[in-house]
């Protein structure tokens, strides 16, 4: 297992454990993303470098957006990598 970091935004950060950086992102995802107005990043274990993020966009999605959770009037992309 390796420790990532989670940067939800707004100070609101938290360390996990997970196998990879991907499976992570699919338990967040699993677990609800959070209403904060903020993109969140997975770190690595050094808290250097982003290896993925998830967009915030505080627009309601267009018909070509790619979305991966809608919340509070806006929304998150797709996890990608950095």
Sequence with gaps: MTTFTVN??????EKREAESAWELATELT????PYNQSSIKV???NEEEVILIADW???????DDEVLE????GFYTPWREI
């Design 43 to 45: 770190l690595d274990e």
């Design 30 to 33: 699993n677990e609800g993303l």
């Design 8 to 13: 939800f935004g707004q100070g609101n950060i």
């Design 70 to 73: 809608e919340i509070g009037g």
């Design 57 to 63: 966009y505080g627009v309601s999605p267009e018909e």
